[in-house]
């Protein structure tokens, strides 16, 4: 890239960082002055002020002071630049050819021109997200891909009525990086589920299949049967795919607080399942269906009652369906006396 091609050469901010540096410096640039050598190649020196006013010199400017202002700005650019005193002599020898000077040729990025390129075409260039090779709804058993872009707008506004525990482990299984034994396939022992199914343990058996996780999700389900539209599958609970409701209990309620009820129930069976598994694996813990029924309706209970409390009713009467209604006050004439 030429010395002048150098934002310090640019008399003002606009323009692309990498692009010319200025019109000033493009006027040299268009007669051939490409390199410092190519001052000394035809003139025998540096670029003085009074050497760039006579290249100049048929170059259209309002008046002579304009040139000659021109001239002096680039010259002092120049040798401040490169740290040159513009008035010595240039060293005598050999040169390398213009050919193979680096700073003569035109460096591209991936089909942008340097010095062309604008700052936003080099951020996007470098990040862009790597193509993935493997999708990872084939490993956990959906045959057809979620529409991502969609996906993950509405599972950030679902996160936010979730403790970050809980969206976590949503997110580590739709990006298929939770730690199942399946993964351990290699090996000839320790790849069947920790609860004694038989059965290797993927991450459908562990969540969905298996008879620990089928409890789990029939406590919390059961007032959810009723809204649904169909059977609920798989791929519902991990990509939200045909989950589809009633259209009595959309009008009744609204579809996205059916969702966001949804997407409580499945992050909280998600995550006592695999906190489950592995005290059972780590800890030597016996598998409890009961433990895991009780401990998924706490959390289910805990975030439905903080949803609650919104300002919002529809959403309030069916996080109802899951709360235990709380007890009516005595009369006052029973309360017990102070004393």
Same mark, same amino acid.
């Given at each position: 890239?030429?010395? *002048?091609?150098?934002?310090?050469?640019?008399?003002?901010?606009?323009?692309?960082?990498?692009?010319?540096?200025?019109?000033?410096?493009?006027?040299?640039?268009?007669?051939?002055?490409?390199?410092?050598?190519?001052?000394?190649?035809?003139?025998?020196?540096?670029?003085?002020?009074?050497?760039?006013?006579?290249?100049l010199e048929n170059t259209s400017?309002?008046?002579?002071?304009?040139?000659?202002?021109?001239?002096?700005?680039?010259?002092?650019?120049?040798?401040?630049?490169?740290?040159?005193?513009?008035?010595?002599?240039?060293?005598?020898?050999?040169?390398?050819?213009?050919?193979?000077?680096?700073?003569?040729?035109?460096w591209s990025f991936r089909g942008v021109d340097f010095l062309h390129g604008r700052n936003h075409e080099f951020y996007h260039i470098l990040h862009r997200l790597p193509a993935i090779t493997r999708l990872?709804?084939?490993?956990?058993?959906?045959?057809?891909?979620?529409? *991502?872009?969609?996906?993950?707008? &509405?599972? &950030?506004?679902?996160?936010?009525?979730?403790?970050? $525990?809980?969206?976590?482990?949503?997110?580590?299984?739709?990006?298929?990086v939770l730690n199942v034994r399946l993964k351990y396939r290699h090996r000839n022992s320790d790849i069947l589920c920790v609860h004694g199914c038989g059965v290797v343990e993927d991450a459908q058996h562990l969540f969905w299949v298996c008879p620990i996780a089928q409890a789990a999700w029939d406590a919390v389900l059961t007032?959810?049967?009723?809204?649904?539209?169909?059977?609920?599958?798989?791929?519902? $609970?991990?990509?939200?795919?045909?989950?589809?409701?009633?259209?009595?209990?959309?009008?009744?309620?609204?579809?996205?607080n059916l969702l966001r009820v949804f997407n409580v129930l499945r992050c909280s069976v998600l995550y006592v399942v695999w906190l489950h598994r592995n005290d059972c694996l780590w800890n030597g813990t016996a598998s409890d269906s009961t433990f895991v029924i009780q401990r998924?309706?706490?959390?289910?209970?805990?975030?439905?009652?903080r949803l609650r409390q919104g300002e919002v009713p529809r959403l309030a009467s069916l996080c109802e369906l899951w709360l235990p209604f709380p007890n009516p006050m005595p009369p006052e004439d029973t309360l017990p006396s102070a004393g």
């Open positions: 890239m030429p010395y *002048w091609q150098n934002h310090f050469l640019r008399a003002n901010a606009r323009g692309a960082l990498t692009g010319r540096a200025s019109t000033n410096a493009s006027r040299f640039y268009d007669k051939g002055y490409v390199r410092l050598q190519d001052f000394v190649d035809r003139h025998g020196s540096f670029p003085t002020p009074s050497l760039c006013v006579e290249i400017f309002p008046s002579p002071a304009k040139r000659s202002a021109a001239a002096g700005f680039f010259a002092r650019q120049v040798g401040r630049l490169l740290n040159l005193s513009l008035g010595s002599t240039p060293s005598q020898g050999l040169h390398r050819p213009a050919d193979l000077c680096a700073a003569a040729y035109g990872s709804h084939f490993s956990l058993g959906i045959a057809s891909e979620p529409d *991502w872009a969609v996906l993950w707008r &509405r599972e &950030r506004s679902l996160d936010r009525d979730l403790l970050p $525990v809980l969206a976590d482990i949503n997110y580590r299984l739709q990006h298929n007032p959810f049967r009723d809204l649904v539209a169909g059977d609920l599958t798989w791929a519902a $609970v991990v990509y939200l795919q045909g989950l589809l409701f009633m259209d009595s209990a959309i009008s009744l309620h609204k579809s996205h998924t309706m706490a959390y289910t209970r805990l975030h439905l009652g």
